[in-house]
């Protein structure tokens, strides 16, 4: 037969994390606040017909835009309030885009004054900007920048543009009034869309997954049973938790939630037939993970609740009785292994349990004689029976477990 020997798997349901979820998160930012300057005209004397505005795109911008409108007099211009707007089209789902922000209907969306003059606008580089203010004899030595990016206009008295490039973090809008002979006041207004990864209190479709994976493993010996159970399970997990309170759970509370969401599910999709064998697979996981903190109390109990459901095989006996020795509950070893050596009087394993009860419990002469009796024979298949009493020994003597008899035995058999 096969015994538990120290095990390294751990428990199933305590294996499922709440995986951090991250989302996409694009948000409205201010680049530059609505102003007002103005141009003169190209012939007048004093001011110039030229402004240039620097536009420094923040990290993870995604895309940029502006908004601008034209007045013959300086009050003439209502505000544009373009952040405002795009903010509240966001906030009410209005701007359709798979990214939350701007998207190309946007210009159609965003009310602005109408204008009453036109301008030129040039977006530039750095080197273009030079060039546009570039002087000969106070003549302008070029009409326009050599290099313009998308979002330039020429003779337009007001819009709302959208800049896809933003692979130049430092750009210039540059104003041009063409006219020779009337003034113009300009209003712009100039809004970023930044993209940042933010942490999002929700399941991900993963550690959804893993839900309904765990659940079909400890189902997996009844297919039939696993889609509609672990559907249910699944679906209790995810609505009964967001990943942050279920992380703030102990390991002990994520394993008697999740065995009874288990429970529901099987009696709910009429599987309740399962649940003793579901108990049996969730208490064996669990007696894995608590043999790799060496919880031996806990062994105890868990093992304990195996006999309950009709699990009494021989390795159960052995692992109960041992983890009883290891606490130092004698008295129920006792009346457990009169039990299964009368189920069980051909098995090595529970006759060695026997030996260390008498020993520990003060009957010297009755351990000795089953200490020599079986001298020679095998443990578990695996272990010859000295080397099984020599390990034994060294964990009973690491746990404080002490008996003045050891060093006897230990001569007897060689060790």
Same mark, same amino acid.
């Given at each position: 037969?096969?015994?538990?020997?120290?095990?390294?798997?751990? #428990?199933?349901?305590?294996?499922?994390?709440?995986?951090?979820?991250?989302?996409?998160?694009?948000?409205? #930012?201010?680049?530059?606040?609505?102003?007002?300057?103005?141009?003169?005209?190209?012939?007048?004397?004093?001011?110039?017909?030229?402004?240039?505005?620097?536009?420094?795109?923040?990290?993870?911008?995604?895309?940029?835009?502006?908004?601008?409108?034209?007045?013959?007099?300086?009050?003439?211009?209502?505000?544009?309030?373009?952040l405002k707007q795009v903010t509240d089209f966001v906030a009410k789902g209005l701007l359709n885009s798979n990214l939350i922000g701007i998207t190309t209907n946007m210009a159609y969306q965003v009310v602005k004054p109408t204008g009453a003059g036109v301008v030129d606008i040039y977006l530039t580089d750095v080197t273009g900007q030079e060039q546009f203010f570039a002087t000969s004899w106070n003549v302008y030595s070029f009409s326009k920048p050599e290099k313009t990016f998308d979002g330039s206009r020429e003779n337009i008295k007001d819009g709302t543009i959208l800049v896809n490039e933003v692979s130049n973090r430092s750009v210039y809008l540059c104003f041009n009034n063409p006219s020779s002979t009337e003034g113009v006041y300009v209003t712009l207004e100039a809004i970023?869309?930044?993209?940042?990864?933010?942490?999002?209190?929700?399941?991900?479709?993963?550690?959804?997954?893993?839900?309904?994976?765990?659940?079909?493993?400890?189902?997996?010996?009844?297919?039939?049973?696993?889609?509609? #159970?672990?559907?249910?399970?699944?679906?209790?997990?995810?609505?009964?938790?967001?990943p942050s309170a279920f992380e703030q759970l102990s390991q002990q509370e994520k394993i008697i939630q999740q065995q009874g969401f288990m429970e529901e599910c099987l009696v709910q999709t009429g599987h309740e037939d399962l649940k003793s064998k579901v108990k049996v697979r969730a208490l064996q996981e669990e007696i894995r993970g608590l043999e790799l903190t060496k919880d031996y109390s806990a062994l105890a109990r868990r093992y304990r609740e195996l006999l309950d459901l009709g699990e009494d095989k021989e390795d159960v006996y052995y692992n109960l009785s041992q983890n009883l020795?290891?606490?130092?509950?004698?008295?129920?070893?006792?009346?457990?292994?009169?039990?299964?050596?009368?189920?069980?009087?051909?098995?090595?394993?529970?006759?060695?349990?026997?030996?260390?009860?008498?020993?520990?419990?003060?009957?010297?002469?009755?351990?000795?004689?089953?200490?020599?009796?079986?001298?020679?024979?095998?443990?578990?298949?695996?272990?010859?029976?000295?080397?099984? #009493?020599?390990?034994?020994?060294?964990?009973?003597?690491?746990?404080?477990?002490?008996?003045?008899?050891?060093?006897?035995?230990?001569?007897?058999?060689?060790?």
């Open positions: 037969m096969k015994f538990a020997l120290p095990l390294i798997c751990c #428990v199933i349901f305590c294996s499922i994390g709440a995986a951090q979820s991250y989302k996409t998160v694009q948000k409205v #930012v201010p680049l530059l606040e609505e102003q007002t300057f103005y141009l003169n005209s190209q012939t007048r004397i004093g001011g110039k017909p030229r402004n240039a505005i620097k536009i420094e795109l923040p990290e993870h911008t995604v895309q940029w835009s502006y908004a601008f409108t034209t007045s013959k007099k300086e009050s003439g211009g209502e505000s544009i309030k373009l970023a869309v930044v993209a940042t990864q933010e942490y999002v209190d929700e399941w991900t479709p993963e550690s959804k997954d893993k839900f309904f994976n765990e659940c079909a493993d400890v189902l997996r010996f009844q297919p039939e049973a696993a889609k509609v #159970v672990c559907d249910c399970f699944k679906s209790k997990m995810i609505t009964r938790y967001r020795l290891y606490i130092k509950q004698f008295d129920e070893v006792k009346i457990l292994l009169t039990k299964a050596l009368g189920k069980y009087p051909k098995e090595t394993a529970l006759w060695l349990n026997w030996a260390h009860y008498h020993l520990l419990a003060g009957n010297a002469g009755e351990a000795e004689s089953i200490y020599q009796q079986y001298r020679g024979e095998r443990v578990a298949k695996k272990l010859r029976w000295e080397d099984a #009493v020599a390990t034994d020994f060294q964990l009973f003597e690491s746990l404080g477990i002490d008996s003045s008899n050891f060093a006897k035995i230990k001569t007897m058999l060689g060790f």
